[in-house]
């Protein structure tokens, strides 16, 4: 076969492939939202409002209008689940050191507490998913995921400093 035609093969195959991405994730995103619903232990405004510790955690203290925009989230349901977080405990308010006015946001003993218990329970239900799973193919399937994701947020404003992502040493 012609390289010409070899090369319209290969970009038929690589559209293909595009394509059926493309019907994957918004399936990927419905079953990670239907797993959220079976895996929630309080009510689904308490667990959203949990997953703001991620980053808080992972971050530092942040002002809420800089967490907003590290989740892209709306800033008006950033405040809500902070007002959840800080009303169970698991958040606190300290003063901005630059700015006196301001506050950031800052995870309490507690907050790491439920986060690591959030995190234990993610684990555990990708640990029993991936069990048929050889050792190999969750290695390659998580370094291919990750990058995936890094590609994405690169097309996102401030892409390829968006401040969420673990550095890739931990992924």
């Known amino acids: 076969m012609p390289s010409a035609?070899?090369?319209?093969?290969?970009?038929a195959a690589r559209l293909e492939q595009v394509h059926t991405l493309s019907?994957?994730?918004?399936r990927f995103m419905r079953l990670v939202h239907a797993v959220k619903t079976q895996m929630a232990t309080t009510d689904n405004r308490d667990r959203a409002a949990l997953v703001l510790l991620?980053?808080?955690?992972?971050?530092?203290?942040?002002?809420?209008?800089?967490l907003a925009d590290v989740v892209h989230a709306d800033p008006s349901?950033?405040?809500?689940?902070?007002?959840?977080?800080?009303?169970?405990?698991?958040?606190?308010?300290?003063a901005d050191e630059a700015d006196g006015r301001a506050t950031r946001l800052v995870v309490t003993d507690?907050?790491?507490?439920?986060?690591?218990?959030?995190?234990?329970?993610?684990?555990?239900?990708?640990?029993?998913?991936?069990?048929?799973?050889?050792?190999?193919?969750l290695a390659t399937f998580t370094a291919l995921f990750g990058r995936l994701l890094d590609d994405i947020t690169a097309t996102l404003p401030g892409g390829e400093t968006a401040p969420f992502d673990l550095p890739r040493e931990n992924r």
């Open 5 to 11: 035609a070899l090369e319209r093969s290969g970009t």
């Open 23 to 26: 019907e994957q994730l918004p």
């Open 54 to 66: 991620f980053p808080l955690a992972r971050l530092g203290p942040l002002r809420q209008g800089a």
């Open 77 to 94: 349901t950033v405040s809500r689940h902070v007002a959840v977080l800080v009303e169970q405990g698991l958040v606190r308010r300290v």
């Open 110 to 137: 507690a907050g790491h507490t439920a986060l690591d218990a959030l995190r234990a329970e993610r684990e555990a239900h990708l640990d029993r998913v991936t069990a048929g799973w050889s050792a190999d193919d």
